[in-house]
Nanobody
Framework: QVQLVESGGGLVQAGGSLRLSCAAS????????MGWFRQAPGKEREFVGS????????NFADSVKGRFTISRDNTRNTVSLQMNSLRPEDTAVYYC?????????????????WGQGTQVTVSS
């Protein structure tokens, strides 16, 4: 069993930045891809970005490309999401997740453990 705990959410003005962190426990996550999804009120959970097990490959949703980056520290079992140039439409609960496979995916299918989420609110 893997536990994922997100932190770093909060309220920020448009144009600002936030850094979300996710700490994993229960087993090493170093050989699995990890991802971030988000869910806004009244909307379905959507893909934000993912990072391969080595950290060398990342991919992002078009809506955040160029503004968000993902990094991971396999020695600490953590993954981070750096969010810059935030927009009101980025407001959502952000979820950390771990895949069953080493490679990135924008689909929910490969991801089998999820954190409880952290709220990000961007004011205009």
């Amino acid at each position: 069993q893997v536990q994922l705990v997100e932190s770093g959410g909060g309220l920020v003005q448009a144009g600002g930045s936030l850094r979300l962190s996710c700490a994993a426990s229960g087993r090493s996550v170093s050989t699995y891809a990890m991802g971030w999804f988000r869910q806004a009120p009244g909307k379905e959970r959507e893909f934000v970005g993912s990072i391969s097990w080595t950290g060398t490959i990342t991919n992002f949703a078009d809506s955040v490309k160029g503004r968000f980056t993902i990094s991971r520290d396999n020695t600490r079992n953590t993954v981070s999401l750096q969010m810059n140039s935030l927009r009101p439409e980025d407001t959502a609960v952000y979820y950390c997740t771990i895949s069953r496979v080493p490679y990135t995916s924008h689909l929910r299918g490969p991801y089998d453990y999820w954190g409880q989420g952290t709220q990000v609110t961007v004011s205009s």
